[in-house]
């Protein structure tokens, strides 16, 4: 099987743009999660679409959200980008969603935010 | 509110011999589970042993183990044999109810030929 797949890999977007990642989960997982990694906040997590129904959010402001389509493919979309959102974007698919499926995370899309 | 705490921000070890990564977690979930993530430099996560908090016996895999300790809220890695491939950031986590995953801070670890 195919793992999981994000696109893009590298983003340089400027301060005020919106920018737009796609994360392709693992044929036949319905849950994608999404994370933000940074060197100072570390791995912290965005929000979970499970079904096209975003399931949780985390601690963000509303300039993140996402959605999901009916063939489990995400997209998160992040608008008036700022300095600070510069940072590794993962996804992450489950087949199920309890942390007793095991979640499988994509290479990542590195946005640099200048 | 759930945390979880890596105290190892940096730990080298000598190639073949063993180390031990700590963690340590608390959370409000009765029903919970336990990870330890290897992210190699090209940055892919990779689930390297999970553990059911229901579960008394320890998970293996291969040179992978941990040591959970339930009434501690401890759950250490241990890596033997260590070879120059698992040179990477190693990321505890914890989870429940839902796919949110608690993260550490990581801890990155250097095999030494």
């Known amino acids: 099987k195919a793992g999981v797949t994000q696109t893009p890999r590298y983003l340089i977007k400027t301060r005020g743009q919106q920018v737009t990642l796609s994360c392709s989960p693992i044929?036949?997982?319905?849950?994608v999660s999404w994370y933000q990694q940074t060197p100072g906040q570390g791995l912290q997590f965005l929000f979970e679409y499970f079904s096209e129904t975003q399931r949780n959010k985390g601690n963000f402001p509303g300039r993140f959200s996402g959605r999901q389509f009916s063939n489990s493919r995400s997209e998160m979309n992040v608008s008036t980008l700022e300095l600070g959102d510069s940072a590794l974007y993962l996804c992450a698919s489950s087949l199920a969603r309890t942390a007793q499926e095991t979640q499988y995370f994509g290479p990542g899309t590195r946005l640099l935010v200048l | 509110a759930q945390t979880v705490t890596q105290s190892q921000p940096e730990m080298s070890v000598q190639e073949a011999e063993t180390v031990t990564l700590s963690c340590t977690y608390d959370t409000s979930e009765s029903n919970y589970y336990l990870f330890w993530y290897k992210q190699p430099p090209s940055r892919q996560m990779i689930l390297v042993i999970r553990q059911e908090a229901y579960k008394q016996q320890n998970a293996t895999e291969n040179r992978f183990s941990v040591n959970f300790q339930k009434a501690a809220k401890s759950f250490s890695l241990k890596i033997s044999d260590s070879q120059l491939g698992d040179t990477a950031m190693y990321f505890c986590a914890s989870g429940g109810a839902t796919n949110k995953l608690i993260f550490g801070t990581g801890t990155l670890l250097a095999v030494q030929p």
């Open positions: 044929s036949g997982h319905r849950s």
